[in-house]
């Protein structure tokens, strides 16, 4: 095998691209803004792939391996590479899909000419498809995707150590503060009782905080780490959030009605609770005294809705149209600087479903939230709603 590094110093310094189009030969083409691999392809194939790698990529070179194993065990350039495997097996193009350039960031954009396995962000082509023109679209369209992958695992890192300094780094501190809090508390009630309002300030501006770090770390986590939709006893869900606010509803006096049963969801446990949290605490925040809360749910062909209802004053008709805030949008000016309902918009939407409002028709407010039916699962008796 030529020694390409040797042959072209600067190569790592270029923006890289690799096809792979078969497993006996492997030719690679560099250029001064790319470079490309080649695999197994006969000298017609090879032509063509040449002259449209070069109107791409202007001044390519090209230089040979023979196996994939080769090409992994190949130093990765600074840039983005494009691998493209003819008829491989499923292994290598798993293989390749996975492989991280020193950074852990994906290494290459991949195409393949034949039957390969459906992964979202591999080209495929089939054999009879196989033209100059073709290939120039191509080549284009899997960088550009490339890119945008690339972009999408950096953010997620970037997420992922965001979430993690918020929940450990930001709450320690806070933790702190909270107990010197209530021990000052304890302190001032005793010596000097008219000064008790202001650790009470204290304690709540602390409160408000550890709540705020921990709607933002979840999201963050969450959207950083998508978890896998599991079958989940909603039942079992609106449940645990009852039971989280129930200091709150004794201390509102309010009454909360439920259907006899809840459907099993297609979801992530965890969310659906935050999910009806928010809901339902909004519900108490902004609902007078004794306030009325109707939880509920029916379900169509397509998805099972589910709402919190309330005999509240409404919501006034200047801000429904922002109520869910979109979560990437509350940096604009006019967006609402409450978190709670740009939160269970995002986590909804994170297990394939959607939000709304409408007026309560008796007075009051509607919150719904809608989820995918399983199609693995028949479709329950609506009977069972209210």
Known sequence: MPDYKDALPGWQNCFGLVFLFGINNVTLIFMKAAACLLVGLDVRSS???RDAARL???KSVVTTFNTLEEALKCEPGSGFELLVLANPGDTDVFRAFEAT????????????????PAIEGVETLSPPEWNEQLLVRVFRAVVAQHR???????????LRTIAHRISHDLRTPLGGILTAGEALKEMVSEQNPSSVELVKSLLESADEMDKLISRVSLLTGVSANPVSKRPVAM???V????????????KKEALVTQPASWPEV????SLLETIWWNLIANALQHGTKKVRLELGWSQNEREFLFWVCDNGDGVPP???????QPFHSLHCTNARKGLGLSIVQRLVELQGGYCRYEPNPQGGSCFYFALPCSESRAVLDKSKSL
Not at 148 to 158: A, H, M, S, V
Not at 239 to 250: K, N
Not at 266 to 269: H, Q
């Open 148 to 158: 945008l992958r690339r972009e999408n695992e950096r953010i997620r890192g970037d």
């Open 239 to 250: 449940w645990a959030a009852l039971q989280r606010l129930d200091r709150t509803i004794l």
């Open 235 to 237: 039942e079992e869900v």
């Open 318 to 324: 200047r801000i429904i149209s922002n109520l869910f």
């Open 47 to 49: 032509a063509i792939a």
């Open 101 to 116: 350039d020193p950074s852990g960031l994906p290494r290459w954009a991949i195409v393949v000419l034949g039957a390969a």
């Open 56 to 58: 791409v990529f202007p």
């Open 266 to 269: 297609m979801g992530v446990s």
